[in-house]
């Protein structure tokens, strides 16, 4: 019989998705408060959707070209020229997450140094380690800035990529405009390259969110996506764009792994782009102004500006974030221990992407357990 020993041994140290058992464990309960999911809650609007039905009447389900159909690559460059006046080489990948793994194989060698902030995105340092790099952990507490001088002082010989995302997951943060811009001079100094994870830069709510592109566009791979600006996270959009060699060794691992993005989602994506979703950004706004309410007085939190997550930090009287995790599942809410997105065991994230009546009654539990220890 086949067993363990034919399971590559980079691969065993990856557990299974914190995020993934919160889910599993939820399934277990009875209507649930779920606090925990990492995606919108309202539909795709509705005419992206009729551009992917009319795709598929139309035949449009085969394979597409591997850096993705023309019209949708011409109207992306055309975002970017008129966004950064930037006209960078790109392609179109199977959501953030694809393009973050194509970057990483293209890039990187047994033993290079990926410096990535902590907390960080649950994949982050399991992809860097997948491809035989070494993910370097720059702790970002308690504040969850960039602080540049914590990554010059990580920089070593070995060091080739610096991985942000701003707003961040899992707390919200936007980076401040002079930290990006320190941090594009960082890259400069080394011969650094910068990956700037973007998936939720339409969602911010107090100004927008800096990216690298506009300090050093040519020490920079941009990441974006459809998925969270526009509920389409299970349609797997998004795109890359940057330095010439670099989006063609990309594009070229894309063909011999995802072959191409979904083709109907591609005319979905291109709908989207001249779609406005900005009721729907208010809405988060006003969800990030309700949360922050309702946890105000009962836990510390730094106060998010993009995305919907806040990541507050447990309650003292708990050993661990994940301790308090358990009980609050136990009480019916469904949230993620911080452990899951950090070396610390210390806070844990709230996904506010949920009706305002769920948001005011997990908080109600969550505030009872907070002053349970009172």
């Given at each position: 019989?086949v067993?363990?020993e034919?399971?590559?041994?980079?691969?065993?140290?990856?557990?299974?998705?914190?995020?993934?058992?919160?889910?599993?464990?939820?399934?277990?309960?009875?209507?649930?408060?779920?606090?925990s999911i990492?995606?919108?809650?309202?539909?795709?609007?509705?005419?992206?959707?009729?551009?992917m039905?009319?795709a598929?009447?139309?035949?449009?389900?085969?394979?597409?070209?591997?850096?993705?159909?023309p019209?949708?690559?011409?109207?992306?460059?055309?975002?970017?020229?008129?966004?950064?006046?930037?006209?960078?080489?790109?392609?179109v990948?199977?959501?953030?997450s694809?393009?973050?793994?194509?970057?990483?194989?293209?890039?990187?060698?047994?033993?290079?140094?990926?410096?990535?902030?902590?907390?960080?995105?649950?994949?982050?340092?399991?992809?860097?380690?997948l491809v035989?790099?070494?993910?370097?952990?720059?702790?970002?507490?308690?504040?969850?800035?960039?602080?540049?001088?914590?990554?010059?002082?990580?920089?070593?010989?070995?060091?080739?990529i610096?991985l942000?995302?701003?707003p961040?997951?899992?707390?919200?943060?936007?980076?401040?405009?002079?930290?990006v811009?320190?941090?594009?001079?960082?890259?400069?100094?080394?011969?650094?390259?910068?990956?700037?994870?973007?998936?939720?830069c339409?969602?911010?709510?107090?100004?927008?969110?800096?990216s690298?592109v506009?300090?050093?566009p040519?020490?920079?791979?941009l990441?974006?996506?459809?998925g969270?600006?526009?509920?389409m996270?299970?349609?797997?959009?998004?795109?890359?764009?940057?330095?010439?060699?670099?989006?063609?060794?990309?594009?070229?691992l894309q063909?011999?792994t995802?072959?191409?993005?979904?083709?109907?989602?591609?005319y979905?994506?291109?709908?989207?782009?001249?779609?406005?979703?900005?009721?729907?950004v208010?809405?988060y706004?006003?969800?990030?102004?309700?949360?922050?309410?309702?946890?105000?007085?009962a836990?510390?939190?730094?106060?998010?500006?993009?995305?919907?997550?806040?990541f507050?930090?447990?309650p003292?009287h708990?050993?661990?974030?994940?301790?308090?995790?358990e009980?609050?599942i136990?009480q019916?809410?469904?949230?993620?221990?911080?452990?899951?997105?950090?070396?610390?065991d210390?806070?844990?994230?709230?996904?506010?992407?949920?009706?305002d009546?769920?948001?005011?009654?997990?908080?109600?539990?969550?505030r009872?357990l907070?002053?349970?220890?009172?």
């Amino acid at each position: 019989m086949v067993g363990q020993e034919f399971i590559a041994e980079h691969v065993k140290p990856i557990g299974s998705s914190g995020i993934r058992r919160v889910f599993e464990l939820g399934a277990t309960l009875t209507d649930p408060i779920d606090l925990s999911i990492g995606q919108p809650d309202f539909a795709v609007p509705d005419n992206i959707k009729q551009s992917m039905v009319d795709a598929i009447l139309a035949n449009r389900t085969g394979y597409t070209v591997t850096h993705g159909i023309p019209e949708l690559r011409e109207r992306i460059a055309a975002q970017l020229e008129k966004e950064f006046a930037w006209q960078p080489d790109l392609f179109v990948t199977c959501g953030v997450s694809g393009g973050l793994l194509l970057a990483l194989m293209a890039c990187i060698n047994p033993g290079d140094e990926v410096l990535i902030g902590d907390p960080y995105f649950v994949s982050y340092k399991h992809l860097v380690r997948l491809v035989r790099g070494v993910p370097v952990l720059v702790d970002l507490y308690d504040d969850f800035q960039l602080h540049p001088e914590r990554f010059a002082a990580a920089v070593t010989r070995k060091t080739k990529i610096i991985l942000l995302c701003s707003p961040s997951n899992p707390t919200g943060v936007v980076h401040r405009e002079e930290d990006v811009r320190a941090m594009a001079e960082l890259a400069r100094k080394h011969d650094l390259l910068i990956i700037s994870d973007e998936i939720y830069c339409a969602l911010t709510y107090d100004g927008l969110s800096p990216s690298p592109v506009q300090f050093a566009p040519e020490r920079a791979l941009l990441l974006r996506g459809y998925g969270k600006s526009y509920a389409m996270t299970g349609l797997r959009m998004g795109f890359a764009a940057g330095p010439a060699p670099i989006i063609q060794q990309m594009a070229k691992l894309q063909q011999y792994t995802f072959v191409c993005a979904p083709h109907p989602a591609q005319y979905g994506a291109l709908e989207a782009m001249d779609t406005d979703v900005s009721q729907h950004v208010a809405a988060y706004g006003a969800k990030r102004d309700l949360i922050c309410q309702e946890l105000e007085g009962a836990f510390e939190f730094v106060r998010p500006s993009g995305g919907f997550y806040v990541f507050p930090k447990a309650p003292s009287h708990f050993r661990s974030a994940s301790a308090f995790v358990e009980e609050a599942i136990r009480q019916n809410v469904l949230i993620i221990q911080g452990d899951v997105f950090s070396e610390h065991d210390t806070h844990f994230r709230i996904s506010y992407a949920v009706p305002d009546d769920r948001i005011r009654a997990g908080c109600m539990i969550l505030r009872s357990l907070a002053e349970s220890g009172e």
